[in-house]
């Protein structure tokens, strides 16, 4: 199946700075990414939808200034935590699809963020 | 608009026992169904997938699931469990272009030696 590459898979960083998650489809174009945070034993909470060149659509209640997602080419997509705070800390994932890929998403191994 | 319900969030079985992981969705048009398992700190990987085909689908490590539109399920079923089976399960449905992904809440299912 086809492959999607987040990276960092861990990182840990000081309150006030800034961390970039980059999402990668290897081996497909994405023309769609999502982004999704995940609480402890929570289910997925969808966070944005991108579409390659243009911008995210972000799902309600979520800061649009605070995590910054950029889908510059059908295969990178980046999420930005902007001034990142101790409760931002989660595990983000996001997932790739492709209008071939019959509605599937192909999905990234996850980050776990920890702002201490 | 699509959604799934996913009965229990805990389940518990006995090593060679059956696993049942219960999926119902909600859709207004005809969905396509998945399910994905998640290991600790991991991200989600798919078992199996239906997409309009056949109504059973055979999915990796011996999973399988029956598309019954009569009572919009998606159940996840294994013959014998392995401790291996051990993680967080999630079933999910999308539009058929990609574009809408919602996942249920996830199963957390135990294997007991």
């Known amino acids: 199946g086809a492959v999607v590459s987040q990276h960092p898979s861990w990182v840990i960083c000081k309150s006030g700075t800034s961390v970039k998650i980059e999402c990668r489809s290897l081996?497909?174009?994405?023309?769609?990414m999502f982004w999704y945070r995940q609480f402890p034993k929570q289910s997925l909470m969808l966070m944005a939808t991108?579409?390659?060149?243009?911008?995210?659509?972000?799902e309600q209640g979520v800061e649009k200034d605070k995590f910054l997602i950029n889908h510059a080419s059908l295969t990178l997509s980046t999420l930005t935590v902007t001034s990142a705070h101790p409760e931002d800390s989660s595990f983000y994932i996001c997932?790739?699809?492709?209008?071939?890929?019959?509605?599937?998403?192909?999905f990234g191994q996850g980050t776990r963020l920890t702002v201490v | 608009a699509q959604s799934v319900t996913q009965l229990g969030s805990h389940v518990s079985v006995s090593e060679g026992a059956l696993v049942l992981l219960r999926c119902n969705y909600s859709?207004?048009?005809?969905?396509?169904l998945f399910w994905y398992v998640q290991y600790p700190n991991q991200g989600l990987q798919l078992l199996l997938k239906?997409?309009?085909?056949?109504?059973l689908v055979k999915g990796i490590n011996g999973f399988e699931a029956e598309f019954k539109k009569s009572e919009t399920s998606f159940h996840l079923t294994k013959p014998s469990a392995h401790m291996s089976d051990a993680a967080e399960y999630f079933c999910?449905?999308?539009?058929?272009?990609?574009?809408?992904?919602?996942f249920g809440t996830g199963t957390s299912l135990t294997v007991i030696p």
């Open positions: 081996d497909f174009q994405a023309t769609t």
């Open positions: 997932s790739a699809s492709n209008r071939a890929g019959l509605g599937e998403a192909f």
């Open positions: 991108s579409n390659e060149g243009s911008k995210a659509t972000y």
């Open positions: 859709s207004s048009v005809p969905p396509y």
């Open positions: 999910a449905v999308s539009d058929q272009t990609g574009n809408q992904f919602y």
């Open positions: 239906y997409t309009s085909a056949a109504t």
